[in-house]
């Protein structure tokens, strides 16, 4: 028989019968009806081609067929219970590798890693700057993305939906443009930028105001190297922490899901 054609459903189905010699307590202990246990039963003594269960006054009773299969079986599901163990020992690795962009890993991530760490030094980070980048190419377990939503990926926003207008203190009197936060349409660009940390970088500098997304500059708000010309305003676009469903349910990124949030 091809491993690919076992039975397994029907087979846990008929340990469990064996071991209760009961089709309604094993169906209790699989939360099934008793018809279905029978029915699996039959579906497997149909394959097999032996009957596995005679019924007698005092109830079931195994064949000698069932009884010669039942030690290698069990034995089996002994062997899957501790495959599953050893995959699921990696959820308990210390090690995180996450994309980030590079302006909300300095401004708001860093910190709050380093107090993650502080409190677990066994943990080790390995940063990945594209945060765009495909979970199992880069072997993943979180990414953040200045985006609208997790779509299909398993997310929670980290910080509100909100963006501002900042400058420098005596900036000169124009905009700094970038794809994610155009300025208005009637704006007077002085200097167009990639992405979020050379608008930043730039608005530092006093080289005009831009539209950013508040988490990137609330420190520099809070000592004075930036001022709020205009918001804070809710925005469509957030930065969440998000990853396909198995990396989500992973123990070590539901701790760290926890820190970040405060949850």
């Not at 010669?68 to 990696?90: D, I, T, W």
């Amino acid at each position: 028989m091809k491993r690919t054609h076992l039975p397994l459903n029907a087979l846990r189905v008929f340990d469990a019968a064996a071991r209760h010699l009961s089709f309604t307590r094993a169906a209790d202990e699989l939360a099934v009806t008793p018809a279905a246990v029978g029915q699996q039963i039959r579906a497997l003594e149909d394959v097999l081609g032996v009957v596995l269960f005679r019924r007698t006054s005092k109830g079931l009773e195994l064949t000698d067929e069932a009884e010669a299969g039942l030690e290698a079986l069990r034995e089996g599901f002994l062997r899957f219970e501790e495959s599953v163990q050893a995959m699921q020992a990696g959820q308990s690795s210390h090690n995180y590798t996450i994309a980030v962009p590079r302006e909300f890993y300095s401004q708001w991530l860093a910190p709050r890693l380093a107090e993650f760490q502080k409190a677990h030094p066994e943990i080790r980070y390995q940063l990945i700057a594209d945060e765009d980048a495909d979970f199992t190419e880069a072997n993943l377990d979180v990414a953040i993305r200045l985006v609208e939503g997790p779509d299909e990926l398993e997310g929670v926003e980290l910080a509100p939906a909100q963006r501002v207008t900042v400058a420098a203190p005596g900036a000169a009197d124009g905009w700094i443009s970038w794809p994610t936060c155009p300025p208005p349409d009637d704006a007077d660009v002085l200097l167009q930028v990639g992405n979020a940390g050379q608008a930043l970088s730039s608005a530092l500098a006093g080289l005009g105001k831009t539209i950013m997304p508040l988490p990137l500059v609330e420190e520099a708000l809070g000592d004075g190297r930036l001022v709020a010309i205009d918001g804070p305003h809710d925005s469509r676009r957030a930065y969440w922490l998000v990853a396909p469903r198995p990396q989500w349910r992973q123990k070590k990124v539901r701790a760290l899901v926890e820190h970040l949030t405060g949850s």
